[in-house]
Each structure stands twice: as C-alpha cells, then as structure tokens.
Nanobody
Framework: QVQLVESGGGLVQAGGSLRLSCTAS????????MGWYRQVPGKQRELVAA???????NYADSVKGRFTISRDNAKNTVYLQMNSLKPEDTGVYYC???????WGQGTQVTVSS
C-alpha cells in the first residue's frame, strides 16, 4: 500500500516562498510519475506540476516561471518550490503518485495579500 506524506505548507505573504515535500513509502517511487495538485473550495482539483521518472516536467500556465518541481529518488521524495507566491495560489496542495493512483492527505498553503 502506497502512503504519501506531504509537508511544508503554511501561511506566507504575497511575494514569498514555500517548499512543499512529499515522501512516499510502499511505492516503486523511482519509476513513477509524480504530481502536485491544488484544490480550493468549490472547485475541482487541478494539476499544478508533474515530473516523470526521467525528470521531464510540466506546469500549469498559472505557475510557470514561479514554481519548480523536482524529485530525489534516493529519498523517495518529490518537492515543489513555490516562489513569488500570489493570493490565488492559496489552496490545499496534494501529492499524487500516478502509477499507484494514490493521493497524499494534503497540505494547506495560504498566501495573504
């Protein structure tokens, strides 16, 4: 059974930075695509960024140039570095293991104006 544990969320002022981490257990982490999703109340969960096992990345247009996804296969961990944060980045961020079809519990990110 795959377990994903996120950390690193919090409250930050607009223009600030946060780094989210997601550590996986029970997964063949090195061969799976990992993603970060964001959800706000009343809206569907949306893809923010994803990274393949080979390190190829893709980003939502709204975060391109500000967010960076990376992974450390030795640590079974995927990161999301978020810079120049905006109030519209506020939401619950979820880690997703594409191969295992498994979600983390989510971590709240709140950006104040």
């Amino acid at each position: 059974q795959v377990q994903l544990v996120e950390s690193g969320g919090g409250l930050v002022q607009a223009g600030g930075s946060l780094r989210l981490s997601c550590t996986a257990s029970g997964s063949i982490f090195s061969v799976t695509t990992m993603g970060w999703y964001r959800q706000v109340p009343g809206k569907q969960r949306e893809l923010v960024a994803a990274i393949t096992r080979g390190g190829s990345t893709n980003y939502a247009d709204s975060v391109k140039g500000r967010f960076t996804i990376s992974r450390d296969n030795a640590k079974n961990t995927v990161y999301l570095q978020m810079n120049s944060l905006k109030p519209e980045d506020t939401g619950v961020y979820y880690c997703y293991d594409v191969g295992a079809v498994s979600w983390g519990q989510g971590t709240q990110v709140t950006v104040s104006s």
